[in-house]
């Protein structure tokens, strides 16, 4: 799956530099110890989703293109994964309300956005699911989408 490194690229190089920057180095090792530590279980077993590996305290829902839904959150600077925690596909981006710009042309690639306190994770993967975790548990709840796909059926 993770040929798609040099599709991501490209996309990632339609942006300036200054909107987004690969993380590399320290930087890189300081997100995934943090993004490790901080949303996923302690006791995992690797797989190739990270979707698999998180920790069991988030919200989800599994709507076609929800992903669009995270633009009326993304409002400060963020961290992106794209793919597995190897992957080499993590970024800042400086501005979170360009990510759907980003992510619109990269359809069907696992991506997980976090931001520098880590208080926050939502991540979607290739099944269309939608999750949250931190203080985006609170923001998915009350978004008007969620509230009418889970009120029409019953739990």
Known sequence: MYRDKDYIEQEIDKFSKQE??????????DFIIHFKRKFLKTNRKNTFSVFEMLQDDFIGIDVYESWKWVKDYLTERILVLFGTIESENIYEIKDGTIFDQLYDNLPGIEFYITNSKYDFLIGYNHSNCLVAMGRAIEWLENDIRYKNYYGSRQL
């Open 20 to 29: 987004i920057q690969r993380l590399s180095g320290e930087r890189k090792r």
